[in-house]
């Protein structure tokens, strides 16, 4: 049988690797996001220098754009960087806080799993059905979609992951790792 502070451990170990793992793909989402912003500076040069002309570039940085959105989403979320009103919140007690935070982020994983949902829908649809984007690269769209239902994925394991290990912390009464974990990072830059 485990005893009361292990929970806490294993639930901070839970989160701790979340919050790693969703820094790597913030990371990783920079760098496509400027090797985009490299192919722009190519396209905009190519309209004075032809060896540069490249083509395409914005409809490139569409797809970077839409798929990097979705990926950071899940990263905001373990950084504790959504806009949340704090107007009720900060004169709770600890429980009240704590059911504010759980009620936030099943919120969150209710509306990336409803997205998750029919963005999975749409990739289906163009796989079955070879749809290819209407422009002269004529790319086959599930190759961005699947990127961008992958980030919506990812939001919807992330934030079931976060829900989880507040509930399980606050089943435990741990309020000062719920508020670590979970809770409203104040203008201060610290939580309430």
Known sequence: METNSAIPARVR??????????????????????????????????????????????EL???????????????????????????????????????????????????????SFYAYDVLAKSIARGSRSNTPLAIELWIPQIVWFAGWAWLTITSAVLLACTLILTLGRQWGLINELSGIVSETGEAS
Not at 16 to 41: D, E, F, P, S
């Open 61 to 115: 940085s569409g797809y970077v754009m839409a798929g990097i959105a979705t990926w950071g989403f899940a990263y905001a979320l373990v950084e504790r960087a959504h806009v949340r009103i704090d107007l009720v919140y900060t004169r709770l007690p600890a429980p009240g806080r704590a059911a504010f935070d759980s009620l936030a982020l099943a919120s969150v994983l209710f509306v990336a799993a409803l997205v």
């Open 13 to 58: 170990t839970l989160a701790g690797v979340m919050k790693t793992l969703n820094r790597w793909v913030a990371l990783i989402c920079g760098v496509v996001l400027l090797v985009a912003v490299a192919l722009i500076l190519f396209e905009i040069l190519g309209r004075r220098i032809s060896l540069f002309r490249i083509g395409g570039a914005d």
